[in-house]
């Protein structure tokens, strides 16, 4: 071990002379395990009951939410401050006037008025997974196993803290839920009600993808850009899936101007860079796609 000062000695240079992967002097940034922490915590309080080691009965559920309201509330607006206060020093975001630190409390408070919608929200993906899930014995099932589900809670909490313009913790929660399920949704992306995803594994939404009511996915689905440029990102890039839409297993459907029409059936492993005509089914047949109408 007598080599390791200067092995310290080189890395503390390279700190000097490689700054892009540094993080010092500045502001501090949010906690990816305080982060995980949250999310924990906001499961508890969106399904109370399903994860508690003991009976809950409803006298309790008052008490339970008032304690892990407020105990959330208090990490979860200190990680938004932090948020805001990196961004307002990078100037990517501002304040308008106002202290970082009242805008987060805001942002918190204004997200815990609005969990009753989420989980009016999620209700429904549980009740579109039990319904479209010949295997589903149960919700409670659907509750506590399927990654489809936790994946989907998750981003309708993000997707809450992205359209309020919040700074990295959107990026951070959907993240941890990809390496958590393999699916990765864009907290961007905007999905209506009933939402199912079924096994889910390398399933990918990007950023701008635009998903109507009652749409079903399978595993390996990738809605995606036809192009990756930094100049277009500020661009629909992403398609748009209208209501009543099921995409089966390794399907593609790429570009920001594709619109797959409402009741379609996209088979497996179709590979879709074009708009799609409502009720229309597409497959592949001897190496080429067939769209006929249902």
């Known amino acids: 071990m007598k080599n390791l000062r200067t092995a310290v000695d080189t890395?503390?240079?390279?700190?000097?002379?490689?700054?892009?992967i540094n993080h010092s002097g500045g502001a501090h940034l949010p906690s990816r395990e305080g982060i995980e922490d949250i999310l924990s915590d906001l499961d508890g309080i969106i399904f109370p009951g399903f994860r508690e080691r003991e009976e809950v009965n409803q006298d309790q559920l008052a008490?339970?939410?008032?304690?892990?309201?407020?105990?959330?509330?208090?990490?979860?607006?200190?990680?938004?401050?932090?948020?805001?206060?990196?961004?307002?020093?990078?100037?990517?975001?501002?304040?308008?006037?106002?202290?970082c630190r009242a805008l987060a409390d805001g942002i918190v408070e204004d997200f815990f008025s609005q969990?009753?919608?989420?989980?009016?929200?999620?209700?429904?993906?549980?009740?579109?997974?039990?319904?479209?899930?010949?295997?589903?014995?149960?919700?409670?099932e659907v509750i506590v196993s399927y990654p489809g589900l936790q994946a989907i809670a998750v981003h309708r909490?993000?997707?809450?803290f992205w359209v309020r313009q919040v700074p990295l913790i959107p990026r951070m929660m959907s993240e941890i839920v990809h390496g958590r399920t393999g699916i990765d949704i864009h907290p961007g992306a905007a999905i209506g009600d009933y939402f199912f995803i079924d096994h889910g594994t390398g399933v990918v939404i990007g950023e701008t993808t635009v998903i109507g009511s009652n749409v079903k996915?399978?595993?390996?689905?990738?809605?995606?850009?036809?192009?990756?440029?930094?100049?277009?990102?500020?661009?629909?890039?992403?398609?748009?899936?209208?209501?009543?839409v099921t995409i089966y297993a390794g399907a593609?459907?790429?570009?920001?101007?594709?619109?797959?029409?409402?009741?379609?059936?996209?088979?497996?492993?179709?590979?879709?860079?074009?708009?799609?005509?409502?009720?229309?089914?597409?497959?592949?047949?001897?190496?080429?796609?067939?769209?006929?109408?249902?």
């Not at 890395?11 to 892009?20: A, W």
């Not at 509330?73 to 990517?92: D, M, P, Q």
């Not at 909490?157 to 809450?160: E, I, R, T």
């Not at 399978?218 to 899936?241: C, F, M, N, W």
């Open 157 to 160: 909490l993000a997707h809450y």
């Open 115 to 140: 969990l009753p919608y989420i989980r009016r929200q999620l209700a429904l993906d549980v009740a579109a997974a039990f319904r479209g899930d010949p295997a589903a014995k149960s919700v409670e």
């Open 252 to 294: 593609t459907i790429l570009g920001g101007k594709t619109v797959i029409g409402a009741g379609c059936v996209i088979g497996g492993n179709v590979w879709i860079t074009e708009s799609v005509p409502p009720n229309t089914l597409v497959y592949v047949k001897t190496g080429e796609h067939i769209l006929k109408k249902k």
């Open 63 to 99: 008490l339970m939410a008032t304690e892990r309201v407020h105990r959330t509330a208090r990490k979860l607006a200190e990680e938004v401050y932090k948020s805001l206060i990196f961004s307002c020093r990078e100037r990517t975001f501002t304040c308008d006037g106002s202290s």
């Open 11 to 20: 890395l503390v240079d390279s700190y000097n002379q490689i700054g892009l």
């Open 217 to 244: 996915l399978y595993q390996g689905v990738t809605l995606g850009a036809l192009s990756v440029r930094k100049d277009e990102a500020d661009t629909k890039r992403h398609p748009t899936i209208e209501d009543d």
